[in-house]
């Protein structure tokens, strides 16, 4: 411990007494210097990323030194995904009509059912018994994006599980009345 005081802090480079100091990667800090180089959020254990001699939140962390490239908007720490631009026009049902995928091969590799384009190991998405792209794994219907446990196939087509059920689920009394199903008035 230097004289004058404690540890110098990471930040501010002055004396860090033991009542205001917090510790990480064997450097003491003010609590009030204990920031995210670029956010200037308060950090703490969970929420600290550190890089050579600079803290970061998680966050600022993944922008700045995480994936980058198509998909990740920006970094990792981004939540918005962007979408290829092809997902700025109306959504397209599928426009194979033979709903096998056998018939939906090309050359030995797989054919995407809603774009007709083949489908690369590294953006493959399998669902309903298909191959699809990322981007077109989505509701026939909707357009939502869908999961494979978030979706219900039909004739080679993929729905999300809301759409199915208003489109192809049981109809009649007492099926999509909600509560008043219930009661029965005569």
């Known amino acids: ?28 800090w003010h609590k009030s210097c204990f920031l995210c180089m670029v956010c200037k959020k308060n950090l703490d254990s969970t929420t600290v990323a550190v ?16 994936p980058k490239g198509y998909g990740y908007g920006g970094g990792a720490g981004t939540l918005k995904k962007q979408l290829p631009p092809f997902f700025n026009s109306p959504h397209r049902p599928t426009n194979n009509p033979n709903s096998s995928k056998f018939a939906q091969k090309a050359g030995g590799s797989d054919v995407c059912p809603r774009c007709g384009k083949t489908v690369y190991a590294a953006e ?10 990322k981007s077109c794994f989505r509701c026939a219907k ?3 994006g869908l999961e494979s446990t978030t979706l219900a196939d039909r004739d080679g087509e993929i729905y999300c599980k809301g759409c199915y059920a208003k489109n192809f689920g049981p109809k009649g009394f007492g099926f999509g009345q909600g ?8």
């Not at 600022?60 to 030194?65: E, F, P, R």
């Not at 493959?124 to 792209?133: E, Q």
């Not at 509560?179 to 005569?186: E, K, N, R, T, V």
């Open 1 to 28: 411990m230097p004289l004058g005081g404690g540890n110098k802090c990471g930040c501010c480079q002055k004396p860090v007494y033991f009542a205001e100091e917090v510790q990480c990667e064997g450097k003491s």
């Open 51 to 66: 890089h050579v001699d600079e803290i970061y939140c998680k966050s600022c962390y993944g922008k700045k030194y995480g």
């Open 124 to 133: 493959k998405v399998i669902g309903g018994g298909n191959s699809w792209h």
């Open 142 to 144: 909707c357009g939502k």
């Open 179 to 186: 509560a008043g199903a219930l009661a029965h008035s005569q």
